[in-house]
Protein backbone atom coordinates (compact mmCIF):
# COMPACT_ATOMS: atom_id res chain seq x y z
CA UNK A 1 0.00 0.00 0.00
CA UNK A 2 1.24 3.49 -1.03
CA UNK A 3 0.34 6.78 1.10
CA UNK A 4 1.76 10.15 1.23
CA UNK A 5 3.06 11.47 4.63
CA UNK A 6 3.98 14.82 5.10
CA UNK A 7 6.32 16.71 7.31
CA UNK A 8 7.98 20.00 7.83
CA UNK A 9 11.89 20.45 7.55
CA UNK A 10 13.37 24.41 7.39
CA UNK A 11 10.04 25.48 7.57
CA UNK A 12 8.87 23.81 4.51
CA UNK A 13 6.32 21.67 4.18
CA UNK A 14 7.94 17.72 2.43
CA UNK A 15 6.31 15.13 0.93
CA UNK A 16 7.24 11.41 1.37
CA UNK A 17 5.90 8.16 -0.68
CA UNK A 18 5.14 5.48 2.06
CA UNK A 19 5.41 1.55 1.14
CA UNK A 20 3.49 -0.15 3.66
CA UNK A 21 4.29 -4.14 3.76
CA UNK A 22 0.78 -5.87 2.89
CA UNK A 23 0.86 -8.77 5.51
CA UNK A 24 -0.86 -7.66 8.44
CA UNK A 25 0.82 -8.19 12.03
CA UNK A 26 0.99 -6.60 15.35
CA UNK A 27 5.18 -7.24 14.95
CA UNK A 28 6.92 -3.79 14.36
CA UNK A 29 8.32 -3.91 10.36
CA UNK A 30 11.76 -2.81 9.41
CA UNK A 31 12.28 0.29 7.44
CA UNK A 32 14.16 1.60 4.67
CA UNK A 33 14.55 5.23 3.84
CA UNK A 34 15.40 5.90 0.01
CA UNK A 35 17.10 9.30 -1.13
CA UNK A 36 17.74 9.52 -4.82
CA UNK A 37 17.54 12.10 -7.58
CA UNK A 38 13.79 13.00 -7.92
CA UNK A 39 13.82 13.88 -11.93
CA UNK A 40 14.06 11.36 -14.53
CA UNK A 41 14.46 7.67 -14.81
CA UNK A 42 16.14 7.45 -11.35
CA UNK A 43 12.84 8.55 -9.47
CA UNK A 44 11.37 5.77 -10.94
CA UNK A 45 14.08 3.60 -10.06
CA UNK A 46 13.51 4.54 -6.59
CA UNK A 47 10.10 4.23 -6.67
CA UNK A 48 10.37 1.03 -7.86
CA UNK A 49 12.88 -0.39 -5.84
CA UNK A 50 10.77 0.87 -2.48
CA UNK A 51 7.91 -0.84 -3.96
CA UNK A 52 9.34 -4.20 -4.80
CA UNK A 53 10.87 -3.95 -1.09
CA UNK A 54 7.80 -3.16 0.64
CA UNK A 55 6.17 -6.05 -1.29
CA UNK A 56 9.66 -8.43 0.91
CA UNK A 57 8.19 -6.92 4.00
CA UNK A 58 9.70 -3.56 4.74
CA UNK A 59 8.34 -0.05 5.56
CA UNK A 60 9.60 1.82 2.75
CA UNK A 61 10.15 5.73 2.40
CA UNK A 62 10.98 7.58 -0.60
CA UNK A 63 11.43 11.80 0.38
CA UNK A 64 10.50 14.28 -2.31
CA UNK A 65 12.21 16.99 -1.76
CA UNK A 66 10.85 20.71 -1.59
CA UNK A 67 13.10 21.49 -4.85
CA UNK A 68 11.59 19.09 -7.33
CA UNK A 69 8.06 17.72 -5.67
CA UNK A 70 4.48 18.94 -5.06
CA UNK A 71 4.94 20.90 -1.86
CA UNK A 72 3.41 24.52 -1.14
CA UNK A 73 7.06 26.06 -2.66
CA UNK A 74 7.55 25.83 -6.05
CA UNK A 75 10.17 23.77 -7.89
CA UNK A 76 13.50 25.53 -7.95
CA UNK A 77 16.46 24.96 -10.36
CA UNK A 78 19.16 24.42 -8.03
CA UNK A 79 19.21 22.82 -4.41
CA UNK A 80 21.00 23.31 -1.85
CA UNK A 81 23.31 20.35 -0.07
CA UNK A 82 22.63 21.54 3.37
CA UNK A 83 19.18 21.97 2.97
CA UNK A 84 19.08 18.79 1.18
CA UNK A 85 20.82 16.75 4.27
CA UNK A 86 18.97 18.10 6.65
CA UNK A 87 15.85 17.05 5.06
CA UNK A 88 16.60 13.56 4.98
CA UNK A 89 17.25 14.15 8.80
CA UNK A 90 13.91 15.10 9.16
CA UNK A 91 12.77 12.25 6.99
CA UNK A 92 14.57 9.39 9.17
CA UNK A 93 12.77 11.40 11.95
CA UNK A 94 10.06 10.60 10.53
CA UNK A 95 10.51 6.83 8.96
CA UNK A 96 11.31 6.23 12.83
CA UNK A 97 8.08 7.87 14.79
CA UNK A 98 6.22 5.77 12.19
CA UNK A 99 3.16 2.77 14.12
CA UNK A 100 4.86 0.24 11.76
CA UNK A 101 8.34 0.58 12.08
CA UNK A 102 11.03 -1.45 13.73
CA UNK A 103 13.04 1.99 15.00
CA UNK A 104 16.29 -0.16 15.67
CA UNK A 105 16.14 -1.45 12.05
CA UNK A 106 16.52 1.41 9.80
CA UNK A 107 18.31 1.14 6.52
CA UNK A 108 19.42 3.79 4.52
CA UNK A 109 19.08 2.93 0.56
CA UNK A 110 20.59 5.65 -1.72
CA UNK A 111 19.90 5.44 -5.61
CA UNK A 112 22.65 7.21 -7.83
CA UNK A 113 23.63 11.10 -6.73
CA UNK A 114 21.40 10.48 -3.84
CA UNK A 115 23.70 7.86 -2.19
CA UNK A 116 26.16 10.79 -1.71
CA UNK A 117 23.87 12.96 0.54
CA UNK A 118 21.94 9.98 2.19
CA UNK A 119 25.35 9.24 3.45
CA UNK A 120 26.46 12.76 4.64
CA UNK A 121 23.65 12.48 6.76
CA UNK A 122 23.93 9.04 7.84
CA UNK A 123 27.20 10.59 9.31
CA UNK A 124 25.24 13.16 11.30
CA UNK A 125 22.92 10.97 12.66
CA UNK A 126 22.83 7.60 14.70
CA UNK A 127 19.22 6.31 13.39
CA UNK A 128 20.30 4.52 10.56
CA UNK A 129 22.05 0.47 11.27
CA UNK A 130 23.35 0.29 7.71
CA UNK A 131 23.77 1.66 4.00
CA UNK A 132 22.71 0.28 0.33
CA UNK A 133 24.23 2.05 -2.32
CA UNK A 134 22.60 1.49 -5.93
CA UNK A 135 24.03 2.80 -8.11
CA UNK A 136 24.03 2.89 -12.27
CA UNK A 137 27.21 2.89 -14.70
CA UNK A 138 28.54 6.27 -14.18
CA UNK A 139 28.23 6.90 -10.16
CA UNK A 140 30.38 6.64 -7.84
CA UNK A 141 28.54 6.95 -4.61
CA UNK A 142 31.20 4.78 -3.11
CA UNK A 143 33.59 7.39 -2.98
CA UNK A 144 31.64 9.19 -0.16
CA UNK A 145 31.48 6.69 2.22
CA UNK A 146 34.56 7.07 3.58
CA UNK A 147 33.64 8.28 6.94
CA UNK A 148 30.36 6.00 7.73
CA UNK A 149 30.91 3.09 10.84
CA UNK A 150 28.16 0.96 9.72
CA UNK A 151 27.84 -2.30 7.12
CA UNK A 152 27.54 -0.87 3.38
CA UNK A 153 26.51 -2.17 0.61
CA UNK A 154 26.80 -1.44 -3.47
CA UNK A 155 24.67 -2.50 -5.80
CA UNK A 156 24.18 -2.32 -9.36
CA UNK A 157 20.72 -1.23 -10.53
CA UNK A 158 21.25 -3.26 -13.88
CA UNK A 159 19.58 -5.34 -13.55
CA UNK A 160 16.22 -4.76 -10.35
CA UNK A 161 14.99 -7.68 -9.71
CA UNK A 162 17.80 -8.98 -8.61
CA UNK A 163 19.05 -5.49 -7.10
CA UNK A 164 15.88 -5.70 -4.57
CA UNK A 165 16.66 -9.31 -3.77
CA UNK A 166 20.37 -8.93 -3.20
CA UNK A 167 18.80 -5.66 -0.23
CA UNK A 168 16.23 -7.52 0.93
CA UNK A 169 18.68 -10.55 1.43
CA UNK A 170 21.57 -8.34 3.14
CA UNK A 171 19.49 -5.91 4.72
CA UNK A 172 17.86 -9.20 6.50
CA UNK A 173 21.05 -10.87 7.44
CA UNK A 174 22.28 -7.55 8.65
CA UNK A 175 19.12 -6.84 10.90
CA UNK A 176 19.07 -10.72 11.60
CA UNK A 177 15.25 -10.93 10.42
CA UNK A 178 15.33 -14.55 8.60
CA UNK A 179 11.25 -15.56 10.05
CA UNK A 180 8.92 -13.83 9.99
CA UNK A 181 9.36 -11.91 6.50
CA UNK A 182 7.79 -12.88 3.34
CA UNK A 183 10.01 -15.47 1.48
CA UNK A 184 12.07 -14.18 -1.21
CA UNK A 185 12.87 -14.70 -4.43
CA UNK A 186 15.81 -17.10 -4.95
CA UNK A 187 16.33 -16.85 -8.68
CA UNK A 188 19.35 -14.34 -8.17
CA UNK A 189 22.65 -15.09 -6.70
CA UNK A 190 23.63 -12.58 -3.58
CA UNK A 191 26.94 -11.31 -4.50
CA UNK A 192 29.21 -11.32 -0.73
CA UNK A 193 32.13 -9.65 -2.98
CA UNK A 194 30.60 -6.34 -2.17
CA UNK A 195 29.91 -6.72 1.26
CA UNK A 196 31.37 -4.65 3.47
CA UNK A 197 32.07 -5.81 7.03
Same mark, same amino acid.
Given at each position: ? =???????? *? /????? %? %?LFLPPQSTSELSP !????????? /??? !?? #????? !???? $? +? +????????? @?AFYGDDESSAQSWESPYKRVEDIKAGLKILSEQATTD???? &? /????? #?GAEY??? %?? @? +? $?? #?? =??? #?? &? *?????? !? *??? &???LDIPTLIVNENNLDAAVDEISIWVKTLLNRPGNMKPLNKSAPFDWSNYDK
Open positions: M =KLTVTFSS *Q /GRMLE %A %A !ALLFEGTMT /GAT !AM #VTEHI !AHDL $S +E +EGFVCMVLD @HRESI &V /GVGVS #VLAR %AI @H +E $SS #VC =KGF #VM &V *QGPFDD !A *QNH &VGN
